[in-house]
């Protein structure tokens, strides 16, 4: 493949590659696909992309193919890996780019010979480092960027191994080179101080090497030192970093637009440092806090800071300012002198001398004034995209962002420091609480910032704000006021009431907390505001105290604005959370939507249609259709023309989107069942995605179980017809490698199988059935499968003597042995483990599966007759109790007692639950008699043995467990 015709040809191929033609481009791919494990493959790249009389576009994709090859066949096990021989000369060949003239070439170059690096260094490469060194020190700037480049990259490489002894060699070299690195970015530091203002152009590649070697000894201090509190240089490396960073920041506000934009990247990597050396080696950080925070504080907090600062700057600042604040590290024991370790003493006595009283007052006060307002930008946001605007960022979005930072840090110093800052907060809120002028724009955002800051420190602030009087007061006042400014403040208010609602409110002001917020929903009002009242009002209905008889009366108006609302919304993210707001007013208030929601209903399947390139949204309306058919009930069958196709898409796994809807889509498929009276054709045809669906494994296969079950059900002969057969193989194939819990879903859906399909269920069932007999013919399972295993048995009995003899029959075949012991083996188990069984009805159904035994006039079961009986009279004991006559009853009986489902504590009963009681009102254990059934098949062996054996039988019971069944039956 090495040679120079190989090499005209792959040159070829790369320029189809890189051509505009997808046909050529296609080809071009496949054929360099098939070359991939070609010897002398990469040589031939690294020979074009090494030429450079060869055209950049096609030495760039050189590198491409040459860089994702390393990636795939650089390491030894590779399948097709690249030979040791071919990568000795690709080593050699590697280190001779280091001088490449094409900049972004040279990226690529460096991150290929990092990858290979991270294999390699420092067995199989061990000169590798020595030549990066030689070019750090070249005085061509070319070349010596370049080697800082490889550089930087091979150690962040390097630095990302986790291995004891990669991590061991790491700490070596970079105690190695950590002294010569530390020098050359002082001395490229100084000529960037010397040159910028003087030599623009020369400033500039100055500053791309001092932003690399600063990358270069973040890694490598911090996670190349075990400790770098014990390498003196790496600590006043830090030291000197704060100093020479106000340099930077002076430098910068002078400096030429082009070179700003690195001069910020560079000012940051300095901050990064100081950040990484605070979450990795908080003890090293130690002796660096008081500068820290004299620092943060002095730019961003004082006048020192003004026109010095840019945003992404003072994020970092502030970011940590809360890392020292938060650090657990710094946090002494509650008894101070249990404190182990003195670094944390010293961290806390530091933290002490520096917050003084008058430090967190100023930085609280600068904080609310200068941090938490609105700027120019948010407002001119507001108004050209106010759905943009009232979006919210979430996760950990206050590392970067501006207003979620600010908001973090104002509450983690709040938090720090309550007893110290709410008497200052509260004093702001009594100096601002009154309604201001509309007119004074600067008075209106100093009030929305001291809200803001009463709503963040809502909790802090339990004891020291009476919200009910404020609520009742200026706040009610100030929704009022509808002057355009004032927007500001009702869009505040709004997320107060929301903050405020769950921390201290009287249960009796809610239905007030709802009229104050209806107004703020109306097309009247400014979109932004809307959308705050809407996130209000789902707080306020997530209180715990919640209660639909309060909201009622507000019911139907709050609902149809808030479907105003989400039809006039354009945005994606906008309608997905009002319609999550919808949806959860829906889930809270249940049955009493049935009379309000047509409208919704009707905009549904619109929205369903315009959101097909919006899976997430798409996620939002079936999670909103599950609580609006749990509200409808059998009225939502009239919704099937349109949720029969939406369940369709969400369960086809042969489309994308089922990656997102399905698990929303198979709640929704379950949810419809549970409130459907009769089987609908659109249903019946959703019975095929089943058995795939069981196929996918235990991520949904709770939820499709269930849904089976509530097939099995709703249209038992239909279900066993469609699909009996794919299911019970479906499922016997997964069986043996299902945990306990999944399991049991099994056993539970063929018991309720055996109890309401048609006759043929147990011929369909059997090799479940098997499963289930050998697992009590081995006797191992915790007490809740074996009370499952042993129900299915007996139900199986109850039905059908001659199926169990039959799966005996099978076991033993199977095992090599002969039936009557398999039968006797489970028989033994059975009896033993049946103590174990708690629940009445279980152990009920077991004693009549026993007592039908009885008549089979096997010697199996009559050499067992005593323990059969000892089963059967505890039994009796458990179910049976005396009635107001002075007779004996049976308590399961339908009728005595009444038939308990897991599903009695729900508000209403759904069509399921009407079916599963159905159902239990048919079982054996509700409909026969323990105690007479008992005597019959005690009267019926006794003429099958004759008198005489049977009294021998008799005769060995026990006398304990003969006068326990003389109380309930004559023998």
């Not at 096609?58 to 193919?65: H, K």
């Not at 004891?164 to 070299?173: T, W, Y």
């Amino acid at each position: 493949m090495a040679s120079l015709n190989a090499g005209q040809v792959v040159v070829a191929c790369l320029g189809e590659a890189a051509s505009q033609n997808p046909d050529a481009i296609k080809l071009a791919e496949e054929r360099l696909k098939e070359w991939e494990t070609e010897p002398g493959f990469y040589t031939t790249l690294m020979n074009i992309f090494g030429d450079y009389s060869v055209a950049v576009n096609i030495r760039w994709q050189a590198v491409l193919y040459f860089k994702n090859g390393v990636d795939r066949y650089w390491r030894k096990n590779a399948q097709g890996g690249i030979t040791d021989e071919e990568k000795v000369g690709l080593r050699a060949g590697l280190l001779k780019t280091v001088n490449e003239p094409v900049n972004q070439i040279a990226v690529q170059l460096a991150v290929t010979v990092a990858k290979a690096a991270r294999f390699d260094v420092p067995r199989d490469w061990p000169d590798l480092l020595p030549v990066l060194s030689q070019a750090v020190q070249a005085d061509n700037d070319t070349v010596q960027h370049r080697g800082l480049l490889f550089l930087h990259h091979t150690i962040k490489a390097l630095a990302s191994k986790r291995l004891a002894a990669d991590r061991r060699a790491f700490h070596e070299l970079s105690n190695q080179i950590i002294g010569y690195m530390l020098g050359l970015w002082h001395s490229l530091h100084t000529t960037l101080l010397h040159q910028i203002g003087i030599r623009a152009e020369e400033s500039a590649i100055t500053l791309e090497k001092a932003i690399l070697a600063i990358k270069i000894l973040r890694k490598l201090v911090i996670q190349g030192l075990k400790k770098p509190e014990d390498n003196a240089d790496a600590m006043s490396f830090i030291s000197n970093l704060f100093i020479e960073v106000k340099t930077l920041l002076d430098v910068r506000k002078n400096s030429a637009p082009h070179l700003r934009e690195h001069l910020e990247k560079y000012c940051v990597l300095h901050q990064k440092i100081w950040y990484d050396l605070l979450e990795n080696h908080p003890f090293s950080f130690v002796q660096h806090i008081s500068t820290c925070l004299s620092f943060i504080c002095s730019l961003c907090f004082t006048p020192a800071g003004e026109g010095l600062l840019f945003q992404r700057f003072t994020i970092f600042c502030l970011n940590l300012l809360k890392g020292v604040l938060l650090c657990m590290e710094y946090r002494p024991a509650k008894n101070i002198e249990d404190t182990r370790d003195p670094a944390t003493l010293q961290a806390h006595r530091i933290k002490q001398e520096f917050f003084r009283l008058e430090t967190i007052n100023e930085i609280c006060t600068r904080l609310i004034s200068n941090y938490l307002p609105l700027s120019g930008e948010d407002l001119q946001l507001w108004d050209e995209d106010p759905e943009g605007y009232a979006f919210e960022e979430g996760g950990d979005s206050w590392r970067y962002s501006w207003r979620p930072c600010c908001e973090t840090v104002f509450l983690t110093l709040f938090h720090e420091y309550r007893e110290s800052l709410a008497s200052l907060l509260v004093s702001l809120v009594r100096d601002n609480h009154a309604p201001v002028d509309a007119a004074n724009l600067t008075a209106i955002l100093r009030k929305d910032a001291i809200y803001n800051a009463v709503g963040l420190a809502a909790f802090d602030l339990y004891d020291e704000i009476d919200f009910d009087s404020w609520l009742t007061s200026s706040l009610s006042l100030e929704l009022g006021v509808k002057d355009s400014n004032y927007r500001i403040v009702r869009r505040r208010v709004c997320w107060l009431l929301g903050q405020w609602s769950g921390v201290k409110l009287s249960p009796e002001l809610r239905p007030r907390l709802y009229e104050m917020l209806m107004p703020m929903l109306t097309n009247s009002e400014d979109l932004v505001v809307r959308l705050a009242a809407a996130k209000a009002m789902k707080v306020v209905i997530d209180d715990f105290e919640f209660s639909v008889e309060e909201l009622e009366p507000y019911l139907e108006q709050v609902f149809s604005l808030l479907f105003a609302l989400l039809k006039e919304v354009s945005e994606c993210d906008t309608k997905l959370n009002v319609l999550n707001v919808l949806s959860y007013l829906i889930e809270r208030v249940g049955v009493s939507i049935r009379p309000i929601c047509s409208a919704l209903l009707h905009y549904l399947p619109t929205l369903w249609e315009e959101s097909a390139n919006h899976n997430m949204l798409r996620c939002s309306i079936l999670s909103t259709l599950v609580f609006i058919v749990q509200g409808l009930g059998t009225v939502s069958e009239g919704l099937l023309p349109f949720l029969g196709p939406v369940l369709e898409l969400s369960t086809d796994l042969t489309q994308d989107c089922h990656i997102y809807l399905l698990e929303d889509g198979l709640e929704l498929w379950l949810t419809l069942l549970h409130n459907t009276a009769k089987p609908y054709d659109s249903l019946l045809h959703l019975l095929p995605r089943i058995p795939p669906l069981l196929g996918l494994g235990s991520e949904n296969l709770r939820t499709t179980i269930y849904i089976l079950q509530a097939y099995v059900l709703l249209c038992p002969l239909r279900v066993m017809e469609t699909i009996g057969n794919a299911v019970v193989q479906e499922l016997s194939t997964q069986y043996g490698d299902l945990q306990d819990e999944g399991v049991l879903m099994i056993l539970r859906l063929v018991e309720t199988w055996l109890r309401a399909g048609p006759p043929h269920t147990p011929q369909v069932l059997e090799p479940l059935l098997l499963m289930v007999m050998d697992a009590v013919h081995t006797g191992t399972d915790y007490p809740m499968l074996m009370s499952l295993h042993l129900s299915i048995l007996s139900r199986l009995i109850l039905s059908s003597h001659a199926l169990f003899a039959s799966l005996c029959l099978t076991t033993a075949t199977k095992l090599n042995s002969n039936h009557n012991d398999v039968a006797g083996k489970v028989l033994d188990v059975w009896c033993d483990k049946m103590p174990c069984v708690t629940a009445p009805e279980r152990r009920k159904l077991l004693a009549l599966a026993l007592s039908s035994l009885l008549t089979t006039e096997s010697p199996v079961v009559l050499s067992r007759v005593y323990i059969v009986f000892l089963n059967v009279a505890e039994t009796l004991n458990d179910v049976t109790r005396p009635d107001e006559q002075g007779g004996i009853i049976d308590s399961l009986m339908a009728g005595v007692g009444d038939v308990v489902l897991d599903t009695d504590d729900i508000d209403y009963e759904t069509e399921h639950d009407s079916r599963k009681r159905q159902i239990a009102m048919q079982d054996p254990v509700h409909t026969i008699v323990l105690k007479e059934f008992v005597q019959s098949q005690v009267n019926a062996m006794a003429l099958q043995l004759g008198e005489t054996n049977y009294k021998e039988i008799i005769g060995n019971v026990d006398v304990e467990t003969r006068d326990n069944l003389l109380e309930y039956v004559s023998l």
